[in-house]
């Protein structure tokens, strides 16, 4: 099984991942009282779905109980750019370097499938199950006991050669493969990625508050922000970079192989994202992670960095969403003009 192992994270690396290693689904027994501390706390907002399936998701041997090890993947996503650059610029939108690109679910998941598949013609008596961020199994905890990396003081999984710019991926096998140790912390007395975070989302080092997160508020969070968070929102209308961007790591950042992760986005003038009608919203980001928030939670986003624009030419791209049936985007809308100073009629 050794040199079945050598073979496999040989061929995953073939395949396009940056870094695999193996574990066991039991590896992570701390987890699940983690989590249950995180949820009692209400940290996690709006997101229900961490409380569901909670037993799975603390005890990834519950989930299927026949798996015997874990590969864990790390796939790069490296922006060819400073996030934090973006943020100078106003009048336009900063979107999250992973979401820049086609979506990542359907990239990694079907390279899992291509590892997956070669297990099995290897080993055919055994069986397989791959996850990528849509099954409730604890990625970030099974890749540090796997040894791909630590979760950092931001709760984002880094690495002394990957940086933290990269995605994970599971492979859950009934095939039997030796354990890689795990990786201990390597963050030492650094706190960049605390300090530098706009709404301190992080009430202590390894600790993050999900309702504070402009990641979390941007993406997940229904309805308006509350109004003390946005103005510390800026021109962030999906997803917020901070905390990965500043982590001293990533100067052994891993380059993207994947070219389809970056370009297409960019970062658009918010006048012209305040224009898109629901189907020009569905065509322009079709294929892309940001599609699946709706153009309703998407406006609200642009409208809130209109209003943190300090440019009053932006009113009038705000003034028509006054009267949207939305009321999220209304008063969205309304709370940008009197940002900016301007009235509404």
Known sequence: MTDLKSRLIAQALEEGFSKARVTTPDAIPQAAGRLEAFVEAGLHGQMGWMAERM?????PDALWPEAKSVLMLAESYSPDYDPLDLLQERDRGVVSAY????????LVKKR????????LEQAPE????????TAPVMEKPLAQAAGLGWQGKHTNLLARDLGNWFFLGAIFTTVELAPDAPEREHCGRCTACLDICPTQAFPAPFQLDARRCISYLTIEHKGP????LRAKMGNRIYGCDDCLAICPWNKFAATAREARYHGGVGAPPLAELAALDDAGFRARFAGSPIKRIGRERFLRNVLYAIGNSQDRALAEAARPHLSDPDPVVAEAARWALARLGAEPG
């Not at 037993?55 to 005890?59: K, V």
């Not at 899992?112 to 297990?119: D, H, I, P, Q």
């Not at 055994?126 to 961020?133: C, L």
Request: overall charge neutral; aromatic content about 12%; glycine content about 16%.
């Open 225 to 228: 922000v509350p109004e003390e």
């Open 126 to 133: 055994g069986e397989i199950k791959v996850f990528v961020d």
């Open 55 to 59: 037993g799975w998701r603390g005890a």
């Open 112 to 119: 899992l499938k291509r590892v997956g598949r070669w297990l």
């Open 99 to 106: 979401a820049q690109g086609r979506d990542y679910h359907d």
